[in-house]
């Protein structure tokens, strides 16, 4: 049954959210399933020397390549996983080791929140009852009619609030409510673009895949923004310029359709060049990725394939 609680940044301060617990215990954890999966993570990472260091030094390589000692981890996770949902377990291990009060919190926060939701009251009833109030402030007989809604507020959600603390308290709620609407928003527009930046990691491996359809027609619906372009450019020094050609070879794709297909200027081809990274940028990047001059060699062997037996060996045989 709904009831009228405190706003969630005041309640859940009374229901163990921001307490502390010991670094890999999950005990506290209410999803039992969840619990045992990392319980049973916790014993696979223990028969495993030094697995803590090193999966909390862990990199993931930029094309996957298989480390034994990462096997060894992902197969400990527990013989009930398949390889994506042990991954799955591993990072999150991964990210406990790094950030295990932020681990702890965020838990607590998202299973409490379940519980308080479950019965805090709805938004249409608040918003009927801030709508009321503001109201009250125009006229008395809005007034007198607040002054029952709130009679009848105590009664349907057995409080005891006077009308000043059932307000401030309701506005808080709101307030709060808009502020979590706008953060998932927010939080969909951050899913959305890693979806985009994977989708556009690929389209530079494969940049074939950018003319799957006749006319030069995009199966892909990533809308490019200088954004999009900064974050790519982090690891491929090259991508605006690689960007530019592509829409340079979707024109000219379009056209050579429309024309029949005849064969295409040199620029075409540029679209499947090796990337450019100057020596500057292929140390420091493999600074940070230790497999970097070797991923660059793959891109580099996967478009020279695509333009041999793709492009001229289909579209333009």
Same mark, same amino acid.
């Given at each position: !049954?709904?009831?009228?609680?405190p706003?969630?940044?005041?309640?859940?301060?009374?229901?163990?959210?921001? $307490?502390?617990? *010991?670094?890999?215990?999950?005990?506290?954890?209410?999803?039992?399933?969840?619990? =045992?999966?990392?319980?049973?993570?916790?014993?696979?990472?223990?028969?495993?020397e030094?697995?803590?260091?090193?999966?909390?030094?862990?990199?993931?390589?930029?094309?996957?390549?298989?480390? *034994?000692? !990462?096997?060894? +981890?992902?197969?400990?996770? @527990?013989d009930?996983?398949?390889?994506?949902?042990? /991954?799955? +377990?591993?990072?999150?291990?991964?990210?406990?080791?790094?950030?295990?009060?932020?681990?702890?919190?965020?838990?607590?926060?998202?299973?409490?929140?379940?519980?308080?939701?479950?019965?805090?009251?709805?938004?249409?009833?608040?918003?009927? =009852?801030?709508?009321? =109030?503001?109201?009250?402030? $125009?006229?008395?007989?809005?007034?007198?009619?607040? =002054?029952?809604?709130?009679? +009848?507020?105590?009664?349907?959600?057995?409080?005891?609030?006077?009308?000043e603390?059932?307000?401030?308290?309701?506005?808080?709620? /709101? #307030?709060?409510? /808009?502020?979590? @609407?706008?953060?998932? !928003?927010? #939080?969909?527009?951050?899913?959305?673009?890693? #979806? #985009? +930046?994977?989708?556009?990691?690929?389209?530079?491996?494969?940049?074939?895949?950018?003319?799957?359809?006749?006319?030069?027609?995009?199966?892909?619906?990533?809308?490019?923004? /200088?954004?999009?372009?900064?974050?790519?450019t982090?690891?491929?020094?090259?991508?605006?310029?690689?960007?530019? $050609?592509?829409?340079?070879?979707?024109?000219?794709?379009?056209?050579?359709?429309?024309? @029949?297909?005849?064969?295409? $200027?040199?620029?075409?081809?540029?679209?499947?060049?090796?990337?450019?990274?100057?020596?500057?940028?292929?140390?420091?990047?493999?600074?940070?990725? *230790?497999?970097?001059?070797?991923?660059?060699?793959?891109?580099?062997?996967?478009?020279?394939y695509?333009?041999?037996k793709?492009?001229? @060996?289909v579209?333009?045989?």
């Amino acid at each position: !049954m709904a009831t009228i609680l405190p706003p969630w940044s005041e309640y859940r301060k009374t229901v163990g959210v921001e $307490t502390k617990e *010991p670094v890999e215990t999950f005990d506290w954890i209410q999803d039992s399933s969840f619990a =045992y999966e990392l319980k049973t993570a916790k014993a696979g990472m223990d028969s495993i020397e030094e697995s803590r260091a090193f999966l909390k030094a862990y990199v993931p390589p930029l094309d996957m390549k298989s480390d *034994p000692k !990462m096997n060894a +981890i992902l197969c400990a996770m @527990g013989d009930h996983h398949s390889g994506a949902s042990s /991954r799955a +377990i591993m990072n999150t291990y991964r990210y406990l080791l790094n950030n295990w009060d932020l681990f702890v919190e965020t838990t607590k926060d998202r299973e409490q929140r379940k519980i308080y939701d479950a019965q805090q009251i709805h938004y249409s009833d608040y918003d009927e =009852y801030l709508t009321a =109030y503001k109201l009250s402030l $125009t006229s008395l007989e809005e007034e007198v009619k607040f =002054y029952e809604l709130c009679s +009848i507020f105590r009664a349907k959600f057995n409080v005891l609030y006077s009308n000043e603390e059932m307000t401030a308290i309701l506005t808080k709620v /709101r #307030d709060e409510e /808009r502020k979590a @609407g706008m953060a998932k !928003m927010e #939080d969909a527009d951050k899913r959305r673009f890693e #979806d #985009d +930046i994977d989708m556009l990691t690929f389209l530079y491996r494969s940049p074939i895949r950018w003319f799957n359809y006749k006319g030069g027609i995009s199966p892909f619906s990533v809308n490019v923004t /200088r954004k999009h372009i900064k974050r790519m450019t982090e690891l491929y020094p090259d991508y605006e310029d690689h960007y530019m $050609t592509i829409k340079t070879a979707l024109d000219e794709w379009s056209f050579l359709f429309k024309a @029949g297909a005849k064969r295409p $200027t040199t620029a075409f081809f540029h679209a499947f060049t090796k990337p450019y990274v100057t020596e500057e940028d292929m140390a420091r990047l493999t600074l940070l990725h *230790p497999d970097y001059a070797e991923h660059i060699k793959k891109i580099t062997e996967t478009r020279q394939y695509l333009l041999d037996k793709e492009v001229l @060996g289909v579209m333009f045989a």
